[in-house]
């Protein structure tokens, strides 16, 4: 089965560009990757997602490698409002309801 | 605007006493979802329902049952709650589609004493 493997914690100034990276090596050819972040004591909320190219949205970027074998969140400028935990998921093309959840990786941010 | 509700926030029950959590939607979403997090763990699927079709995960303990009544309205209830079935519940919705995005809750953290 495809998982995603995450760091457990990173650290970033304040105003400062945050990369996050998720590694999913078994990645089938029709899974689609998501970003969702969830806030202290708050349900997850989506970031972005994409299967292939590379996606923007007013949150963040999402970069793809070329073989899909790992993607990177950006957020472009980080404020205390974006310390999160940030999953990488998988979401199979194949299934309208399965998600599967990296362990997630905690961003810190430092004023 | 609130668009999937759950209440209670926080929940404290006894352990073996039945507990009920439920959540509503706004969104007019066809799937709807709930999840257990335990602390510093991803989510968990326990179930889901599409339109009225319910969907146990293979994992998910007998104890915990589920009702859909309408739309709108789910329904988690676990018949005999153990101090391993403290954690946040949470429920989301979403159109059917890999494409679809989740929308959340705020969660309701259970206690079990």
């Known amino acids: 089965d495809a998982k995603t493997t995450q760091p457990n914690s990173m650290e970033s100034n304040e105003e400062e560009p945050v990369h996050l990276p998720c590694n999913h090596s078994t990645i089938s050819g029709t899974d689609y990757i998501h970003w969702y972040r969830q806030l202290p004591s708050q349900g997850p909320e989506y970031v972005i997602h994409g299967l292939t190219s590379n996606v923007n949205n007013r949150m963040a970027s999402l970069a793809i490698a070329e073989d899909r074998k790992s993607s990177t969140l950006i957020l472009h400028r980080a404020t205390l409002r974006d310390a999160a935990v940030y999953y990488c998921i998988l979401k199979p093309r194949d299934s309208n309801y399965q998600l599967i959840w990296g362990a997630g990786t905690k961003l810190i941010i430092k004023p | ?113």
């Open chain 2, 1 to 113: 605007d609130a668009m999937v509700i759950q209440n209670p926030r926080y929940q404290v029950t006894q352990f073996g006493k039945p507990v009920t959590l439920s959540c509503s939607q706004t969104l007019n979403h066809n799937v709807m979802y709930w999840y257990q997090q335990k602390s510093s763990q991803a989510p968990k699927l326990l179930f889901h329902y599409y339109d009225k079709d319910f969907n146990n995960e293979a994992d998910t303990p007998d104890n915990f049952q589920s009702r859909r009544p309408n739309t709108s309205f789910c329904f988690l209830d676990i018949r005999s709650p153990g101090l391993g079935d403290a954690a946040m519940y949470l429920c989301a919705t979403s159109r059917r589609g890999p494409n679809e995005k989740l929308f959340f809750g705020s969660g309701t953290q259970l206690s079990v004493l």
